[in-house]
């Protein structure tokens, strides 16, 4: 695809206890898997479908308050996708002030080894399914992910050091 490429090393997730008050706050009573990537500090949270993962509505707030046993500093949740998708994801980071994230590069870092070895491919197309939207091609390269996909430049500058 045309666009914009990024080389990302791999950040792997392991398999922990789910923290209840965390997927409580975003109304979630279901789950598939819960994984926590200390490398990235994201909670990982697998859905059973797309239309759960669209139907989540965090409580904000509740997600700062909850306990944090493994020092996330975001939440994300995934789910198989649909149509052309292979995965779809959103992402929440209140705890840094963005409650959710329109797209984000560095959560793929973790989804794209954890799908490849549910969905045995190495080459894949993502959705981030916030608000905005966007599509992501990944590629698990060894230890590195690329990410490719669509950019607009909404700032540029000059940075001296």
């Known amino acids: 695809p045309n666009g914009v490429q990024l080389d990302f090393p791999v950040n792997i997730s392991h ?9 409580n706050s975003l109304g979630i009573d279901e789950w598939v898997d819960v994984q926590y990537s200390p490398g990235n500090q994201k909670l990982m949270i ?4 797309y239309e759960t993962l669209k139907s989540v509505e965090p409580d ?18 995934t789910s198989s996708g649909f149509d052309e998708y292979d995965f779809v994801s959103r ?3 209140p705890l840094v ?7 984000t590069g560095s ?5 794209t080894p954890y799908w490849s070895k549910i969905l045995g491919k190495k080459s894949m197309k993502a959705y981030q399914a916030s608000k905005r939207g966007g599509i992501l091609y ?3 390269e060894d ?8 950019s607009i430049t909404i700032i540029k500058g000059t940075i001296r050091l």
């Open 97 to 103: 002030g963005v409650d959710e994230d329109p797209v």
């Open 60 to 77: 904000f707030q509740a997600l700062v308050d909850a306990d944090n046993p493994y020092g996330w500093r975001a939440v994300m949740v």
């Open 138 to 140: 990944v590629e698990l």
């Open 46 to 49: 697998h859905l059973d479908n």
């Open 107 to 111: 959560n793929h870092t973790i989804l």
């Open 143 to 150: 230890n590195r992910v690329m990410i490719s996909g669509q």
């Open 91 to 93: 992402h929440f980071a």
């Open 15 to 23: 398999k922990v206890e789910p923290p209840v008050e965390a997927i």
